[in-house]
């Protein structure tokens, strides 16, 4: 006889029903999770890249500001200069440099960064800390009077460049002072509101270099002064961009503003970066042809013996490989891992400098973007062309 309440087997059917249900709506919400995981990892990944991309590209498209201008028409020694800074919050001379750059940049240059020259851009392969990521370094300032460098019409010394008129100098502003067929270059720093002579002092100015001295380079007509920016305001940008172990863009400010001998991290999650040259063979100030920092003659070393070389690069095509912080762990019936990206990715591709990279089963369950770009260095095309 039924009693009042539910049987045995109303019983049974509601709770198969009722699992049925809660099974659902897990798989539903399971679903959803990894979506949104894969979303949020995909999103990730994409910012990252295009904050990296951003800082490339700002610091890039400016490369050679008040720099490049020195070498058109007329070369006044800038480009290629063994330069020498002195930095009074240091206590020292910090270019050029004895020790190596602190890691990601340890392998900048093979570790011997005394060897260091002016240029408006240059490209280390495989120098950043992960060994298969170059290093970039990029030059540019914000010059007075539009970085016109002027001659110095002797008299002066250690202390004093005199010249012809000091118009667009002001107090604080940082200069280049080289001399053609004369190795090393020298910055200086303006102490006082400049008159026809440059008063030279302050925490950037440098008495002198493993070749010359201010002293000396004052005294001679054959000498220039470049305007490169104001120490106060902080518009000379002397940089280091690479990549550690750990995944992390870095910077690195070669003239150590404000003391520190510090890197900043840029970005998480970059995997591999790598540049190649675009240059100018025929001086029309267009484009022609790719080169890669391991080709023939245009190794870092070369590029930097050679303001020739330097004057041909108007642009640089950076490869930014990044990757999600998500694992995927979605996997077959047999348990075996379901690959998420693919076994190889490609960089630079149809170009000779062409590169593939090679993922582990356990690095393809995780995702990845390619941001390939090509930043056009501004200063050098004018000036290309001209």
């Known amino acids: 006889?039924?009693?009042?309440?539910?049987?045995?087997?109303?019983?049974?059917?509601?709770?198969?029903?009722?699992?049925?249900i809660t099974l659902a709506i897990s798989s539903v919400l399971i679903a959803s999770e990894n979506h949104k995981r894969s979303t949020t990892s995909t999103n990730d990944a994409q910012q990252t890249g295009t904050?990296?991309?951003?800082?490339?590209?700002?610091?890039?498209?400016?490369?050679?500001?008040?720099?490049a201008g020195s070498a058109f028409p007329v070369d006044v020694g800038v480009l290629g200069c063994h330069l020498t800074v002195a930095n009074a919050l240091t206590g020292g001379i910090i270019l050029p440099r004895v020790a190596a750059f602190p890691q990601p940049f340890a392998g900048f240059l093979a570790g011997v960064t005394s060897t260091l020259r002016v240029a408006p851009v240059l490209i280390g392969q495989n120098q950043s800390q992960d060994g298969v990521s170059d290093v970039i370094m990029v030059m540019s300032g914000s010059g007075s009077a539009g970085g016109v460098s002027r001659q110095i019409t002797g008299g002066g010394n250690a202390n004093t460049a005199t010249l012809d008129n000091t118009v667009g100098f002001f107090q604080n502003d940082l200069l280049l002072v080289s001399q053609s067929g004369v190795d090393d270059c020298l910055m200086e720093q303006v102490d006082s509101a400049p008159t026809p002579t440059l008063n030279l002092a302050g925490n950037y100015y440098t008495a002198t270099g493993g070749a010359t001295s201010m002293a000396t380079l004052a005294g001679s007509t054959s000498t220039y002064?470049?305007?490169?920016?104001?120490?106060?305001?902080?518009?000379?940008?002397?940089?280091?961009?690479?990549?550690?172990?750990?995944?992390?863009?870095?910077?690195?400010?070669?003239?150590?503003?404000?003391?520190?001998?510090?890197?900043?991290?840029?970005?998480?999650?970059?995997v591999q970066m790598n540049a190649i040259y675009g240059l100018d063979t025929n001086g029309d100030g267009k484009w022609d042809a790719w080169a890669g920092p391991g080709d023939a003659g245009w190794d870092i070393n070369a590029v930097m013996a050679s303001p020739a070389k330097m004057k041909q690069i108007v642009s640089v095509r950076i490869a930014l490989v990044v990757r999600g912080e998500y694992y995927d762990t979605t996997r077959k019936t047999d348990g075996t891992p379901i690959p998420v990206s693919p076994a190889q990715l490609t960089i630079f591709n149809g170009l000779a400098?062409?590169?593939?990279?090679?993922?582990?089963?356990?690095?393809?369950?995780?995702?990845?973007?390619?941001?390939?770009f090509t930043v056009p260095l501004r200063n050098m095309l004018l000036l290309a062309g001209a």
């Open 353 to 372: 400098q062409q590169q593939t990279i090679n993922l582990s089963v356990i690095q393809q369950q995780f995702r990845y973007r390619v941001f390939e």
């Open 225 to 270: 002064v470049t305007p490169i920016g104001n120490s106060g305001a902080n518009n000379v940008q002397f940089m280091l961009f690479g990549l550690d172990n750990n995944r992390t863009l870095f910077s690195y400010d070669l003239l150590r503003n404000g003391g520190g001998d510090s890197v900043q991290a840029i970005a998480d999650g970059v």
């Open 1 to 20: 006889m039924k009693q009042n309440g539910m049987t045995l087997i109303e019983l049974m059917v509601a709770l198969l029903i009722g699992l049925g």
């Open 51 to 67: 904050y990296g991309y951003y800082a490339l590209d700002k610091a890039l498209r400016g490369a050679g500001s008040s720099i």
